[in-house]
Nanobody, 126 residues
Framework: QVQLVESGGGLVQPGGSLRLSCAVS????????VGWVRQAPGKEREGILC????????YFADSVKGRFTMSRDIAKNTLYLQMNNLKPEDTAVYYC???????????????????WGQGTQVTVSS
């Protein structure tokens, strides 16, 4: 059974950092690309970061480029989203997700992700 579980969200001050985790079961992060998506209040979901296993490229949303990075621990079957220099506009629910039909690539549209975690809230405020 495929399951993705995010954790690590919380309240952080502007300029601060936070690391989110995405614990995966039911498939190996060594063989499946997992991306990060967020949804701010009143806005649509936005794909923010994805590293493709097929070509090794990382795709960033302009809004997080230079501040967010992702990594994975194959032994723990977990992915991480490191968020630095956080801004109030980063406030959102953050999700990790994967597309089972093309597991080694990053989908061009986030609607192609078919497995999602439950999300974790990140609030950036002073």
């Amino acid at each position: 059974q495929v399951q993705l579980v995010e954790s690590g969200g919380g309240l952080v001050q502007p300029g601060g950092s936070l690391r989110l985790s995405c614990a995966v079961s039911g498939f190996s992060v060594q063989h499946y690309t997992v991306g990060w998506v967020r949804q701010a209040p009143g806005k649509e979901r936005e794909g923010i970061l994805c590293t493709s296993l097929s070509d090794g490229n990382t795709y960033f949303a302009d809004s997080v480029k230079g501040r967010f990075t992702m990594s994975r621990d194959i032994a723990k079957n977990t992915l991480y989203l490191q968020m630095n220099n956080l801004k109030p506009e980063d406030t959102a629910v953050y999700y990790c997700a994967t597309e089972s039909l093309h597991p080694r690539t990053c989908p061009k549209v986030i609607s192609r992700y078919d497995y999602w975690g439950q999300g974790t809230q990140v609030t950036v405020s002073s």
